[in-house]
């Protein structure tokens, strides 16, 4: 089964989770999918814990806890009793999968188990458990978490730098044994054409400026299971100048239900969107360039540079400095092994030209592998680039309807 990097989408309600602990309440910025892929059976089957307690929070009995003490901080302390239960009594393996070999708990598991309750399958990684890297000053190698350094962030929003870089294999998130994401400059190239793209559902994604009024991001971030909601907001991460979409256009046979339970269609996973402002006129924009048709061992060479806004590092970017393509395939997308996650759904992955940077694909999703990591998927700019021409110029393209969404936290 495959897991969408959106879902990431998706990952508005995370940020918003997390910035609640320090804030007081979403938005991994995404509201988005679901954060984590269940079994089909995990899926159609699984069944809520009965309710007792006080669960008063909107976002009580999701499988997660966010009381703020122990959990996200999305609610207020004592709301959330069914999802915080197991934790504040001690973890069991009461789920209906425990000891399947798969950790079943949000976040860093399916998602299909409540917190706390699949301790045998979840007992490695489970230090994970409410941590990211949210902090604004995360991923610079200094724990400055309370008690250490200058305590400048909030508890368990500092993980990478406190507790290392290194990752299970066995973690539902998308890297290779070692998280090397890093922060930014946002005013500078390529950093400066990114941003965020949310729909008219309110769902998140990473989008990038490829002409001074149109953005590329993935076409499962306007075609969703609300139907195509390509009404929506694009905010730059440099200067958070924004600007509304007026039109778009996918490739008409993309399918979001089909996209999203199996990989025929994969390499269909773009849009390119309209902007009502000319930001590319202040920020810059990208080229696009198709670069898959060398061959194997000359793409492998190729530095790659992606940022995006991972779900688990805040309402920043996060990025991927000279990462590297694995294999093309004949279904217009590659495999890459840039550290993209949940939120980096859209994101550009982007080479140096001469003068500026060119995107060669957009990261869409991740498959699984039985025997190692996941697979990272991205759509080679070879699917979309005989479109951009005529979107840029006016010629093509759908006007959309909305007006955009407040961005939401998964449900």
């Known amino acids: 089964m495959r897991i969408l990097a959106a879902a990431a989408i998706i990952a508005l309600s995370v940020l918003v989770a997390l910035m609640a602990s320090a804030n007081g309440g979403t938005s991994s910025f995404q509201s988005v999918t679901a954060f984590t892929s269940l079994a089909t059976d995990k899926q159609t089957n699984g069944v809520k814990p009965t309710r007792r307690g006080n669960d008063s929070c909107r976002w009580a009995n999701d499988n997660e806890c966010d009381d703020p003490d122990i959990g996200t901080g999305a609610c207020r302390l004592g709301t959330d009793d069914s999802d915080c239960r197991a934790l504040r009594n001690g973890e069991n393996d009461s789920c209906r999968w425990a000891r399947d070999g798969e950790c079943d708990e949000p976040n860093f598991g399916t998602g299909a188990c409540v917190q706390g309750t699949d301790r045998t399958d979840c007992g490695q990684i489970s230090w994970m458990r409410n941590q990211s890297d949210s902090c604004i000053t995360a991923l610079n190698d200094v724990c400055e978490e309370p008690g250490h350094a200058n305590g400048s962030c909030a508890a368990r929003t500092d993980r990478a730098d406190c507790h290392g870089r290194d990752r299970p294999l066995t973690i539902n998130d998308h890297f290779f044994g070692?998280?090397?994401?890093?922060?930014?400059?946002?005013?500078?190239?390529?950093?400066?054409?990114?941003?965020?793209?949310?729909?008219?559902?309110?769902?998140a994604?990473?989008?990038?400026?490829?002409?001074?009024?149109?953005?590329?991001?993935?076409?499962?971030?306007?075609?969703?299971?609300?139907?195509?909601?390509?009404?929506?907001?694009?905010?730059?991460?440099?200067?958070?100048?924004?600007?509304?979409?007026?039109?778009?256009?996918?490739?008409?046979?993309?399918?979001?239900?089909?996209?999203?339970?199996?990989?025929?269609?994969?390499?269909?996973?773009?849009?390119?969107?309209?902007?009502?402002?000319?930001?590319g006129e202040r920020l810059g924009f990208?080229?696009?360039?198709?670069?898959?048709?060398?061959?194997?061992?000359?793409?492998?060479?190729?530095?790659?540079?992606?940022?995006?806004?991972?779900?688990?590092t805040g309402d920043t970017l996060s990025a991927n400095v000279r990462c590297h393509m694995i294999e093309a395939f004949n279904d217009h997308t590659f495999s890459h092994q840039c550290d993209t996650t949940r939120g980096d759904s859209g994101s550009a992955l982007l080479v140096q030209s001469e003068q500026s940077f060119d995107v060669i694909g957009v990261d869409s999703s991740f498959r699984n592998n039985p025997n190692g990591p996941v697979i990272n998927i991205a759509v080679s700019a070879s699917s979309f680039l005989p479109h951009v021409a005529d979107f840029i110029a006016g010629r093509t393209g759908t006007p959309t309807s909305g007006n955009g969404g407040k961005p939401k936290r998964d449900e």
């Open 178 to 203: 070692h998280d090397d994401r890093v922060r930014v400059n946002a005013r500078e190239l390529p950093w400066r054409f990114m941003g965020r793209f949310v729909n008219g559902a309110g769902e």
């Open 205 to 279: 994604c990473t989008a990038t400026l490829i002409a001074r009024d149109v953005i590329v991001t993935a076409a499962h971030c306007i075609h969703t299971d609300h139907g195509i909601q390509a009404g929506g907001v694009f905010t730059a991460e440099s200067g958070g100048a924004e600007a509304r979409t007026i039109a778009y256009v996918i490739n008409p046979r993309f399918n979001y239900q089909q996209f999203s339970n199996g990989d025929e269609i994969d390499g269909l996973d773009w849009s390119l969107l309209r902007l009502d402002q000319p930001l």
């Open 286 to 312: 990208a080229g696009v360039r198709s670069i898959t048709s060398q061959d194997r061992t000359a793409l492998r060479a190729i530095d790659l540079y992606q940022a995006g806004y991972s779900w688990d």
